[in-house]
C-alpha cells in the first residue's frame, strides 16, 4: 500500500505549487460583483430559520453521525465509535471561538483570513453578520456546526484502529491547517457578497459544502486508511454491522438535518430556501432508490443498509447544488449519485483494496465530486444566478472541476503529513491487543452491557 | 438418571415442551445456542462485503430425566422438533450420577 | 374471514357513486367564501417556521414511526419494519414531485388536481403559494411529508408478512388513487383560499388531516390486513415486542414532530398556529393518561406501550380539531380518545379477529373518527371561523360525518380493489418460511446481531 | 442517614422566615424599571422561533432525558425508567393547563400568581404574551416545557426504587407548591416586563433557568434519595449502566434541545438569542473537554460517560448565565462546570455517601449553582442590561448567592414534608422483591426481551 | 473428577461463587439460559394480548472438580442459591473421563 | 461416544472450527459464556463508581464424536485454541451412552 500510495502522492507537490499560483491569477478575473443597496435590517423570520439550522445541523453529528456510525461497526466498538463524533463535536466548538472562525470568515486574503475575530473579540449582541439580514453571532454558530460534521466524517474511514488521543491531535491540526483555509477559499465574502477567497473569486459554486465539506472529509478519510492501514482481520473476519436500526436512526437524522445544511445555506427563509429543501429531499429519495434498485438487481435483495447509504449519497450530492439547480435537475443528481457510490462503495473499494471501513471516500468523496460536477452542469440562472451547461454556461463545469482538484490535491497532502507527523511522535494505532478488545474497553473502560 | 441434551431449530421449542409435558417432564432448561452442520448459512452482503453465516441459531433444551423415561422423552422430542429438512439437530444422552432440588435438598429422582 | 369481508364490502358500490353524486350537489351551496384583500407578500416568519414543520414532519416518519413500529415487532422483523417507512419516504417523495403534488393542489376540479405541476413544472423559486405568505416550494414540501407518513401508517397494519416488491407497488397506486383525490377534495384551495375540493366546499372540517391521513391510513390498514390474514401463529405463538424502548423513542419524535404536523397547518407563525400547538399539547397528554389510568383500572398495571399509545391516539384525534378548538375542547378529545383507542386497540380487535399487527385501524381510525366529529362539537369560531355544535351549530357534526363516511367507503373499496390486483399478479405475501425467517434475513439479507 | 438530614434541616425552619421577610423588603428598592415604548405587535420571526425552541425543549424531556437516563440504569429497570419521564410530560401538560401556569405567571402578588389563568380561561387566539412579541399560547406552552422538564430530572436521584404511582403524586403536589411559586418568584412580570415575583424583583438574574430547573431539581433530587434511601446492593453489586449508547443519544439531544431552552428564553429571534445560542455551545463544548480531561488524568481513561455528563454539566451551568455573558464568560464557566461537576458525581457523593442514581445533584444542583454565581461574576452590561463583578457590579454576586439560597432551602424543606406525607401515606418505595425484579416486570409488566 | 451443572436464580450468582473460593474452585463457567419448571412466569400483557411467560430467566454454572471435592461443592452451592421459594433450582453432577487446560497441556487434576 | 466441551477465547472460534474440519467433525455447537477463573477481569468505572468485571466472555464448543476422534478433536482444539496467556480455556470430555439426528432418526456413530 505504501507504494501505491508513493506513486498516489509523487506528483502533487509540484502540481499544488502551480495550482495554487494559476488560481491567484485566475481568481483576480472571476471575481463576482455582489449587489447591494438598502441598508441590511435584522430580519427575525431569517434569523429563526438559522437559529433552527443550527440546531438541525448539530443534530446530524450527535446524535446523527455518532448513530449511523456506531450501526455500522462491531459490537466492541460501539461506544469508542460514538465517542468520536461526540468528542469532536465539544473540541471543534472550543477551536473554532477561539481561531477558527476568525481564519474562515473574516480578512482580506485570498488564502486565509485573519485574526480579527481571535476568542470572538469584537463580535457584538447587535451586529449584523453582512451582507446577511442575521446577527453575526448565529452566522458564527450555524458555521460552526458545519466546522463539527466535516472531521467527525472522516472517522468514519479509520473506524475501530485509531488511538483516541492521537485522533484528537489530527483532528486539531486538520480544522486549523486544512478546513479553515479551504472554508475561506470557498466561502469567505466581504460585508457586501463579494467572494474574498479564491475560489470563490472564480466563481467556484459550493451552495452547502460539497467541496469543502464533503470531498475534503471524503479525500482526508481514504488519505487516514491508507496511512493507518486495514482492520486486523479485514477480509477474513465476519466484520458485519453488529447493528444497523442505529444506522437507520442515524440516516434519518442526517437526512432531517441535512434540511438546515442545505436550506439553512440561503441565511434567508425565502424562496431560495425553499428550493433548496425541495431539491435536496427530491435528490436524496433519488438516490435511495437508485442505490436500492441497483443493489437489488445485482444483489438480487434491497438491502437496508443500502437505501440508508443511497439516501446519504444523494444528501452529498446535492449539498453543492442546491442553492442552484430546479427539481429536474435534482432528480439527475440524485439518480447519478446513488448509482455511483454504489459502485464506490461495493467495486471500487475491493478492487483498490483499501478498508475505508465506513465508506466515507466511496460516499462523501464520489458524491461531493458527483454533486459539484453536476452543479457546473444543472445550474439555473434564474435560481442561484449562474447558469450551468444546460443553459449554454460551458465554463462553469471546468470551474467546478478546478475547485474539485485543488482540493482534492491541497487535502490529500497535507493531510498525509499531519498522519505521519502524529505517527512518527506519538503513534496513529492502538495496539493489535487493544484492537481484539475493542476500542469501548481498551479505550474507554466501558462496553455496552 | 439421564441427562438428555437436544439441539434443535429455535421454532419447534413449544412444539417440544407442549410434548414432553404429558409424559411427566416437569422442568427444563433451554439456551440459545449456535450451530455448525452439515446445514448452510446465509450470506449477509453488506455494501458489497459478503459474510456467510457459518453457524445457525438454535436451541439447546437440557432435561434430566430417570431411566425408565428417557426413551420415551427422546422419542417425543424427535418426533415433536422434526420437520425433515436439513439442520433438524441432534441429541445426546449422558448419565448423571447424581441431582439436587436446591429449595428443598431433596435428591436423585425426588429432585427431577 | 373473506366473508366477513365481502358482507361488509357488499353495500359499498352502490353507496359510492351515490354519495358522490350527492356530494357535488351539496358542495355548490356550501362553499365558503375566503376573505382576501392586500397582496399576500412573503412572511419570512412563516416561511421560517414551515421550513422548520416540514423538517418536523418527516422525523416523525424517519426515525419516528419507523422505530414506534420498529419496536413493537419480534427482533427478526426489526430492520424490514423500519425498512418499509424509509424506502416509502424515498418512494413517495419522487411520486409526489412527478405527479402527486399536482393532483392534489392544482386544477379547478371538485374531485381530482391537473397535471400542471407535472414534474413541478412551472414552480418558480419566488413565487408564493396563495393565498399563504410563503413560497410555493415551502408549501409543496410540507404538503410532501404528509403524503409520505400516511401510507406509513399502513404499513402497521400488515407487519410481518407482506412482500417488500408488492409493498411498493400497492403503495405507489395507492397514493395516485386514493391519497391524492383525498387530499383534494378537503384541502385544495384556489389563490384566494376558497375550497376547491368537493368535500372543503361542503364545508368539512380537517385542520391537518384527520381524515385525509389518519382515517384515511387506517380504514386502509384495515382492508390489508383483512386481505392479507393474519401473521402464522396469530393468537398462540408469542408474538410480544421485542424492544419497546424503540417505541418510546418513536412515539416521543412523533410527538415532538406533531408539533408541525398540527401547528405547521397554521400556514403561519401566528396566534392561530401558537393555539394548534396548544391544543396538540394538550390532548395528547390527557389521551396518555386517560388510556394509562384505563388499563391501570382494568388490567392492574400500567404499561409502556399503553402511555404511548395513549399518546398516539391523543395526537390523532386532536388533528383535525387543532386549528377550530379551544384548551377545554382538547382536554375533552383527548380524554374521549385515549379511552376510545385503548377499546379499539384491546377489546374491539381480539371481539373481530383481524390481525392489524400493530393497531392501526384502533389507533388511527378510531381516533381519527372521534377527533373528525368533535371538532364538530366543539369548534370554536373565534379560533377557526367555524363554530361547533356547542355554540349551536348543529349542522357542522353532521358535514364531519358526512366527510368520514365519504373517506372511509371510498379508500376501502379501492384499497381492496388494489390490494385484490396484485395479489393475483405479483402476489401480496411471503411464503411460509420467509415469514418464519424473518423479514430481515428473508428479504433484505441482513440482521441485527 | 437520617440523623444527617435531621442535623443538616433543623436550622432550615427559621431561616426560611427570616429569608422571606428580608427579601420581602429588599425587593421593593431593587425592581428593576423596564422600557416600553411603541405598542408591541405580533412578530413572526419570533413566533417561528418560539414554536421551534418549544419542539426542542420537549425534545429534551422526550425522548432525549427518558433515553439519557434510561441507558444508565440497569436493564430490567429500562422501560420503567423512560415511563418516568414520558408520564410525567404527559401529567405536568394537564397540570400546567389546569393551574400550573396560571400560578405561575398571571397575578400581581410577589410570592405566588393568581388563578386568572384557571383552566387558561381568557387565553384569546390572538393576544400577545405581552411585553413579549409573540401570542400568549406560545409563551404558554414554551414556559410548559419547563415545567415538564423539572420534575422529569429529578427522577434520576431515586432511580429503580420509587413505585410509579406515588411518583405521580409527589411530582403533582411538587409541580404545585414547588415549581410554580418558584417560576414565579424569578420570571414573572407585569405587560411592560418589570418584574413582579420577589426574587426577580430584587434582581436575581436566571436567564434560563439555573434556579428555577436545575438548582430546584437538584435539591429535590438529592431530599429524595436521602428520604428513599439508597438501592438494595449499592455499593456492592454491579450497578453499571447497561447501555450507554442510549445516554449519549439522550446526552445529544438534550444539548441541541437546549438551544431551545437558553436561546428560546430570548422570546426573539435577534442578537440576544443569537448570543445564547453561541455561549450555551461553547460552555458545553468546554465542560465536557473539561470533564473529560480531568478524568483521563485521574482515572486514566476519558470515558464516554464521563465526556456526556461534562457535556450536560456545562449546559447547566450557562442556563442562568445564557443571555447575560459573552463568550469568554461562556468559557471559563463551561470549564469550570466540568471540573466541578466531576468531582460531585466521583468525589462528593462517595464521601457523604448518599445513593444518588444518576447524579442530580452532583451535575444538576452544583452545575447550576456554579452557574448562577459566576452569572453574577461574568455578566456584561452591553448584553444583557446588567454588569457583573468583572464589570464592577459587585453586589450582583450576593444577590445571586442569596437567590441560590432561598431556592435550596425552599425546596429541601417543602420537598422533604411531601415525601414523608407521601411515605406515611402510600409509601415511597417498591418491595425488595420488585426492586430485585426490575421496575419494568414488577410495576408496568413489560420487559426489554 | 465430576462436572457440576447448577441451574439457579440469576441474583445468586455471586453468593454462589463466592460460597466456592474457599472450597479451593479456582475457576468456573456461567451460562444465561432459561428455566421452565414448577414455578410458573410472569404474564405480559401487549394491548390486550397476554402472554404468559413460561420461561424464566435463569444461570447456569458449570464447574469442573476432582472427586474428593464434589460433595462439599454441592453442598456449597445449595446452601449459598438457596431461598427456599419455587424456582431455585437444579443440581446435576455427571463424570468427565478427562480435562486438559489449553493454556499449558496440563491433564486432569492440574488442569482443573 | 464422547461429548468435548471447550471453554475458549471468543476470537479463537474460527480456527478452532477450522481445526476440526479436516479431522472429519460435521458439527459442532457454540454458546456464549461467562468464564471465571485465574484470569483477571477488566475494571469499568463509571462516574467514579468501580466495577471489577469477574466474568469474562468466553465461547463454549460442545462436539460429539466417536470414541476413536476423541484424542485428536482434543489435540486439534488445544493447538488451535492456545495463545500461551492466561485465560485459554478448558476441554472437559464425558462419555455419551446414545446420540440421535433428529430429520432422519439414526442413532449414534450415524447420527454425528
Ligand atoms: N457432532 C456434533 N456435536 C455437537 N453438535 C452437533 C454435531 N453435529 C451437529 N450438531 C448440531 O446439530 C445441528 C444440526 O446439524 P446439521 O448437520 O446441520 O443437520 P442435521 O441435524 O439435519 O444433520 C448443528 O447446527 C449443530 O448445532
Ligand atoms: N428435569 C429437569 N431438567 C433440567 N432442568 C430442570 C429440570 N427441572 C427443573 N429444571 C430447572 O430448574 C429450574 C427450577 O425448577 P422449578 O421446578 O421451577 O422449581 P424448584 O427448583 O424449586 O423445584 C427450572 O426453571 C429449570 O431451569
Ligand atoms: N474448574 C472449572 N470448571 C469449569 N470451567 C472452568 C474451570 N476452571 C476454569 N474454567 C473456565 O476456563 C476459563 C479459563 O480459566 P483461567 O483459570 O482463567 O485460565 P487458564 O485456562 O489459562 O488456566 C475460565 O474463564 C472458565 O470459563
Known amino acids: ?449 | 438418571m439421564k441427562l438428555i441434551m437436544a439441539i434443535i431449530k429455535p421454532f419447534k421449542l413449544d412444539e417440544v415442551r407442549e410434548a414432553l409435558t404429558p409424559l411427566g417432564v416437569q422442568g427444563l432448561t433451554v439456551s440459545e445456542v449456535k450451530g455448525f452442520g452439515r446445514q448452510k448459512g446465509q450470506t449477509e452482503i453488506y455494501r458489497g462485503a459478503e459474510y456467510v453465516v457459518n453457524f445457525l441459531p438454535k436451541v439447546k433444551i437440557e432435561v434430566a430425566v430417570n431411566d425408565d423415561l428417557a426413551d420415551r422423552v427422546v422419542e417425543a422430542i424427535q418426533t415433536a422438533a422434526r420437520t425433515g429438512k436439513i439442520g433438524d439437530g441432534k441429541i445426546f444422552v449422558t448419565d448423571i450420577q447424581q441431582a439436587f432440588r436446591i429449595r428443598t435438598g431433596e435428591s436423585n429422582a425426588e429432585a427431577l
Chains 1, 3, 4 share one sequence.
Not at chain 1, 72 to 92: C, D, E, P
Not at chain 1, 191 to 208: H, N, R, S, T
Not at chain 1, 314 to 341: E, H, M, R, W
Not at chain 1, 393 to 403: A, F, W
Request: proline share 3%.
Open chain 1, 1 to 449: 500500500m505504501s507504494n501505491r500510495l508513493k506513486s498516489i502522492l509523487s506528483g502533487v507537490g509540484p502540481a499544488l505549487g502551480l495550482t495554487l499560483l494559476a488560481t491567484a491569477a485566475w481568481a483576480e478575473e472571476a471575481a463576482a460583483p455582489a449587489a447591494a443597496a438598502a441598508p441590511v435590517t435584522l430580519d427575525t423570520g431569517a434569523t429563526a430559520w438559522m437559529l433552527t439550522s443550527t440546531a438541525l445541523v448539530l443534530l446530524m453529528t450527535i446524535p446523527g453521525l455518532a448513530l449511523f456510525y456506531a450501526g455500522m461497526v462491531r459490537k466492541k466498538n460501539l461506544l469508542g465509535t460514538m465517542m468520536q463524533s461526540f468528542a469532536i463535536t465539544a473540541l471543534v466548538t472550543v477551536l473554532w471561538v477561539v481561531i477558527g472562525y476568525s481564519l474562515a470568515f473574516t480578512g482580506e486574503g485570498a488564502f486565509i483570513g485573519g485574526l480579527d475575530r481571535f476568542l470572538l473579540n469584537g463580535m457584538e449582541k447587535g451586529a449584523l453578520a453582512l451582507p446577511n439580514p442575521i446577527p453575526e453571532s448565529v452566522f458564527m454558530m450555524f458555521q460552526m456546526t458545519f466546522a463539527i460534521i466535516t472531521p467527525a466524517l472522516i472517522t468514519g474511514a479509520f473506524a475501530d484502529r485509531m488511538k483516541f488521543s492521537s485522533m484528537l491531535v489530527f483532528m486539531t491540526l486538520w480544522l486549523v491547517v486544512v478546513y479553515c483555509p479551504i472554508a475561506h477559499w470557498v466561502w469567505a465574502t466581504d460585508e457586501k457578497g463579494a467572494a474574498i477567497g479564491f475560489l470563490g473569486k472564480m466563481g467556484v459554486l459550493d451552495f452547502a459544502g460539497g467541496t469543502v465539506v464533503h470531498i475534503n472529509a471524503g479525500i482526508a478519510g481514504l488519505v487516514a486508511c491508507l496511512v493507518l492501514g486495514p482492520r486486523k482481520g479485514y477480509g477474513t473476519d465476519n466484520m458485519a454491522p453488529h447493528n444497523l436500526s442505529l444506522s437507520v436512526i442515524g440516516a434519518s437524522l442526517l437526512w432531517v438535518g441535512w434540511f438546515g445544511f442545505n436550506a439553512g445555506s440561503a441565511v434567508a427563509a425565502d424562496g431560495r430556501a425553499g428550493m433548496a429543501m425541495a431539491v435536496t429531499q427530491i435528490a436524496t429519495g433519488a438516490a435511495a432508490l437508485s442505490w436500492m434498485f441497483a443493489e437489488w438487481i445485482l444483489r438480487k435483495k434491497p438491502s437496508v443498509l443500502g437505501i440508508i447509504s443511497g439516501a446519504v449519497a444523494g444528501l452529498v450530492a446535492i449539498t453543492p447544488a442546491s442553492g442552484f439547480v430546479d427539481p429536474k435537475g435534482a432528480l439527475a443528481i440524485g439518480l447519478v449519485a446513488g448509482v455511483l457510490c454504489y459502485w464506490g462503495a461495493t467495486s471500487l473499494k475491493h478492487i483498490l483494496k483499501y478498508d475505508d471501513s465506513l465508506d466515507v471516500f466511496g460516499v462523501h468523496c464520489l458524491g461531493g465530486i458527483a454533486g459539484a460536477i453536476l452543479t457546473g452542469v444543472f445550474a439555473v440562472e434564474k435560481i442561484g444566478g449562474t447558469a450551468g451547461l444546460l443553459e449554454g454556461n460551458s465554463g462553469q463545469v471546468m470551474t467546478q472541476i478546478y475547485g474539485v482538484a485543488i482540493t482534492l490535491v491541497y487535502t490529500a497532502v497535507v493531510s498525509f503529513i499531519l498522519l505521519k507527523l502524529i505517527d512518527l511522535t506519538i503513534g496513529l494505532r492502538v495496539t493489535a491487543e487493544e484492537e481484539r478488545e475493542g476500542l469501548d474497553l481498551a479505550l474507554h473502560g466501558e462496553t455496552v452491557h
